[in-house]
């Protein structure tokens, strides 16, 4: 068969090929021949591309293609065979040459194409011919056309036959014949037959036999078994197992055929559910009778769990949000809600093109923190309603695929092509563009800034196989040179690539993985430890700027130090830079995957850029492989807290605070979990030990305050002074920061008023402030925006557009920040935080504006003294209405 014109493009080759084949029969309970040294002979293989990608594939194997020779032009097989391998033949034979040839033994045969359009007398003395010539153990799969769908090929050659009977000479008579095809397709009387998809590409000889001198011959699969016997063939199965199972269709002809058809007779069975669909085609597979006691009535879905898989799987996305919809090669989409089945796709899709067993699917698919679900019985279930989807994109094999025996180092082009076409090692038929079609005339694979999302293309197309080191290295590369933004997916699949086949992975176990400790080698020589005080100095005295300088020079000094690139990742982490972080974070994996810590810290920039879902994801593929790691529980809670999923959140809490119950941060979590439940009593004893633990921990100290609030426990004057208690503490901290004050009362045409927040956006503190916000007269005040978050959205959009300054100041330190409002010379400085989330409350302790005041973002007092005045309406102020508001 060869390669799709552009208006066929069709995916069935995937399956009529030898390794779908002894896939299928296993299903069924036959055993056929191994695919490394098979004969295989095909019967309608056009040009042979097929048949020439799949000589590739098996050097060891034999593979012959024989096309009718009315159908197709030698001088096209002859070009092929000048490129093609040795264990390759093509043959343009005539059904008499054929049928008088001592062509040998063959494993497998396959008769489609034009050889599927014979009589059924031609039919019948082609599988006797076959069954003479079929090894042992060898299979036939045969496509041809069935009873009762097959009536509307009846009525296609009525109307050929009457609209040719005019005709006086076979010329005419096939003029005529192909012109009422025509008809019939552009009035789309006959639906989908398959004759008329067929049509375009038959000679006029093959048009000839089957309308005009054939007669209305097609037979139900009852008459086809019984004609198979007595040729010594027993009927296994369909080459597509799905359609003989009723569940494949829907739900009313699933309970009838259940209802109406025998038990246990397998054909019966089969021709009672072609009624129910009107089926019309058929690809079956035969074997020897000798075989038959073993053949089962049904595909065996049990034993799915013995086969390999594959698919080009990758989620779809909305503005930026993941969607439970995913793609692949054939742009079919699979959208469902299902966890499991989610996970399975996933993980096919960070494999790609490998395939992966049942084990690591179970590895790769199970989620630690949902540890009440059956995972292999849910994997189990998933991959049966999948199968009986019949998805083109899911991929399923006996034996390792050839992507998953290459050994090639480095990553080499594996394709069949022919133009614009390709036959991956999955045998899909892909569409390459101009670049892609370029980036492959290369004879190597060199990955740059410009081709990488060209190789990742041809990744996701099939187009690269390497061994699994080489594959680690391949991503690494790809990470190195992609857009961090856009780098996500391939975390995933160097995950897989970079970890064992025992922890879900590909490598051998002798590669190391993830977390496994290797001996330094030079270029990873750890930074010096004085470098790490000068550091840590620098990041106590909020120097965040100067750290920052210091660390990209080191980087720049010695660019491929794993330790340098973790230090400078690390540090964007802790100052809130998390763009700057992604971005240094892929440099570190495309120098290092083998260390859990690398995508730990990776996965919370994913959390703190809104990435929830890739978070997620990454933060358990971490907890599979060490359910140890303290960090990663907290992650997960944090997630499922922001869900409102707070079981899970308090029990993910839990599990992290066992690992390491002195951490502040895990502590803080947990207490701040138990908050949001309104568990006030477990929750503040939990806020107060990280403060005790922490003393200069203001973010600590906040949560313990909102926490507060919502206690019942506590008089106004009591939470009035818990404030106050802040705000000596933060006077404390900025008595010792270098920060000079120098108010002036300069007149100005224009006052300038910076609002500070982390909630610009599509939030409820933004409501509350748009009004003022847009009324205020930019001929008499000067806005400034500090956005102290990652939020971005349209909302934040327009603030930016009306602001006259905008200023991004999550990376910076408390000091930094004051001393930025100081150089903008703002007059009035606003708080729209309070005790919340992303306040910057130090800052105001420093006074770096000369009027200061709080307002919308909290319902009370910031307890700080340099912060002159808390905006509040008249009515919420009057005496006892506002409790510790007025202080």
């Known amino acids: 068969m060869g390669l799709p014109t552009e208006s066929d493009k069709s995916y069935s080759i995937c399956y009529s090929t030898p390794g779908h084949i002894r896939a299928v029969n296993h299903l069924y309970g036959v055993t056929t021949p191994v695919l490394d040294t098979a004969r295989v002979l095909e019967l309608g293989a056009g040009e042979g591309y097929t048949l020439y990608s799949q000589a590739l594939m098996y050097p060891n194997s034999r593979f012959v293609g024989v096309e009718l020779e009315s159908e197709n032009s030698l001088s096209s097989q002859q070009a092929l065979l000048g490129s093609a391998p040795d264990n390759l033949a093509l043959f343009s034979l005539s059904l008499d040459d054929l049928l008088c040839q001592d062509i040998g033994e063959y494993d497998y045969i396959i008769i489609h194409g034009s050889f599927s359009w014979l009589s059924n007398d031609i039919r019948d003395q082609l599988l006797a011919f076959c069954q003479q010539h079929l090894s042992p153990q060898g299979c036939i799969a045969i496509e041809w056309e069935c009873h009762p769908g097959a009536k509307i090929n009846e009525i296609i050659r009525d109307a050929v036959q009457i609209h040719s009977s005019l005709a006086n000479d076979i010329e005419t008579q096939i003029a005529s014949s192909r012109a009422m095809l025509s008809w019939l397709k552009l009035n789309g009387v006959t639906g989908e037959a398959a004759f008329l998809k067929s049509s375009d590409t038959l000679s006029d000889l093959l048009i000839s036999h089957s309308l005009l001198q054939t007669p209305n011959e097609y037979r139900y699969l009852l008459e086809f078994a019984g004609v198979i016997e007595t040729f010594g063939l027993a009927y296994v199965g369909d080459l597509l197992p799905w359609t003989e199972l009723a569940a494949h269709y829907d739900e009313k002809i699933q309970h009838l055929h259940n209802v109406l058809s025998p038990l246990n007779n397998k054909i019966l069975i089969q021709q009672y559910l072609d009624f129910a669909v009107n089926r019309g085609t058929r690809f079956s597979l035969l074997t020897h009778s000798d075989n038959a006691q073993t053949v089962s009535v049904l595909p065996d879905l049990t034993k799915l769990k013995d086969l390999r898989w594959a698919g080009s799987f990758r989620r779809q996305s909305l503005q930026g949000r993941i969607l439970n919809t995913l793609t692949a090669n054939s742009e079919t989409p699979v959208s469902t809600d299902d966890i499991a089945t989610l996970a399975l796709l996933d993980a096919l899709g960070d494999g790609w093109p490998s395939s992966l067993t049942f084990e690591q699917l179970v590895y790769n698919v199970r989620q630690p923190d949902l540890e009440d679900k059956a995972w292999r019985e849910d994997i189990s279930q998933s991959l049966s309603a999948l199968f009986l989807k019949g998805l083109p994109d899911l991929h399923f094999s006996l034996d390792k695929s050839v992507y998953d025996t290459c050994q090639a180092a480095p990553a080499q082009w594996v394709a069949a092509t022919r133009g614009k076409y390709a036959i991956n090692r999955w045998h899909e038929t892909v569409e390459l563009n101009d670049e892609e079609l370029s980036a492959m005339s290369a004879p190597t694979l060199v990955v740059t800034a410009q081709n990488a999302q060209i190789l990742f293309s041809l990744v996701k197309k099939g187009m690269v196989a390497a061994a699994p080191k080489a594959w680690r290295a391949f991503l690494q590369q790809l990470i190195g040179h992609f ?105 570190l994996l495309s120098l290092q995957s083998s260390s859990w810590r690398i ?289």
Request: with cysteine; proline share 5%; net charge negative.
């Open 483 to 587: 857009p961090a933004e856009e780098t996500w997916p391939l975390v995933f699949s160097l995950i897989l690539y970079s970890g064992t086949e025992a922890n879900g992975g590909f490598l051998p176990s002798a590669i190391a993985t993830p977390g496994k400790k290797k001996t330094s080698m030079p270029a990873l020589a750890p930074v010096e430890e004085d470098f790490h005080r000068q550091l840590e100095k620098l990041m106590q005295e909020g120097r965040f700027q100067q750290a920052r300088a210091s660390i990209e020079r080191l980087v720049a000094q010695r660019p491929d130090n794993v330790h340098v690139h973790y230090l400078l990742a690390n540090f964007y982490l802790r100052t809130s830079d998390y763009d700057a972080g992604l971005k240094a974070s892929m440099s």
């Open 599 to 887: 995508f730990y810290e990776l996965s919370a920039i994913f959390y703190r850029k809104n990435w929830r879902w890739q978070a997620g994801r990454l933060a358990r593929a971490i907890l599979r492989a060490e359910p140890g790691y303290a960090a990663a529980w907290d992650l997960l809670s944090s997630l499922y807290r922001e869900m409102m999923e707070y079981t899970l959140a308090e029990m993910c809490s839990r599990k992290a605070i066992e690992i390491e119950p002195r951490s502040a941060g895990i502590i803080e979590n947990l207490g701040t979990i138990l908050g949001d439940q309104s568990k006030m009593s477990e929750a503040i004893p939990y806020l107060r030990r990280v403060v005790e633990l922490e003393p200069g921990n203001f973010n600590a100290f906040t949560n313990l305050l909102f926490g507060l609030t919502h206690s019942t426990e506590l008089t106004a004057q009591d939470l009035l002074e818990e404030h106050k208690q802040f705000g000596l503490a933060a006077e404390r901290w900025a008595s010792k920061q270098p920060f000079t004050i120098t108010h002036t009362r300069e007149e100005k045409s224009r006052l300038r008023i910076g609002f500070v927040s982390g909630d610009f956006g599509r939030h409820p503190v933004t409501n509350f402030l748009a009004p003022v916000w847009y009324s205020l007269d930019r001929d008499r005040f000067e806005i400034y925006g500090y956005q102290n978050s990652p939020l971005q959205d349209e909302v934040t959009e327009r603030l930016m557009e009306s602001a006259c300054v905008w200023s991004k100041v999550t990376h910076l330190s408390h000091l930094e920040f004051a001393e930025q409002v100081k150089r903008d010379g703002i007059d009035i400085l606003v708080d729209l935080s309070g005790h919340t989330g992303y306040n910057r409350l130090p800052a105001f302790a420093l006074k770096p504006a000369p009027v200061q005041l709080s307002w919308i973002g909290y319902p009370g007092t910031t307890g700080m003294a340099t912060v002159d005045y808390y905006l509040i309406d008249s009515r919420f102020a009057e005496t006892g209405r506002s409790g510790f508001c007025l202080c």
